[in-house]
């Protein structure tokens, strides 16, 4: 009775066991690339406030935007970041790519959004990035 082969495996399941958790982690924050870029939408810790400035940045387009403003405002479920006039960083979750209706040109609407909110809010060093609805960014680092 060898029992060297089933040690063997439990050692090596272990191990893969152990370099596969240290590998992943369940701590998903958004990092800009060498230039900035952040790829994939940040996680949204205060979703209350993300998506009250998602309301009233949709409030705002409706009586102040044009028609492809609008049209493209009504995908922005939430916005996430903050921002004053000297310099700030919004990230814009929409559900382009995966909403109810299906969006023409989702890259026209991308920049009809980032465009509507560099009306809505001024910033000297403000940037906003456009992400769709699985997170993927579409427009990034628009100055507003």
Known sequence: MNRTPHIAAVLALGAVLAAGTTACSVKDTAKPDKIGVVEKL????????????????????????????????????RIIGEWNEQTGNAYISTDINGGKTQVTDPQAAA?????????????KQGYASVYDVFGNAMVTNYQF
């Open 42 to 77: 940040p996680v949204d810790t205060d979703k209350a406030q993300s998506k009250k400035n998602a309301r009233e940045f949709r409030s705002w387009v409706e009586k102040n935007g044009t028609a492809q403003q609008k049209a493209a405002a009504a995908r922005v479920d």
């Open 111 to 123: 920049g009809a959004i980032v465009k509507a909110f560099a009306s809505w809010k001024d910033s």
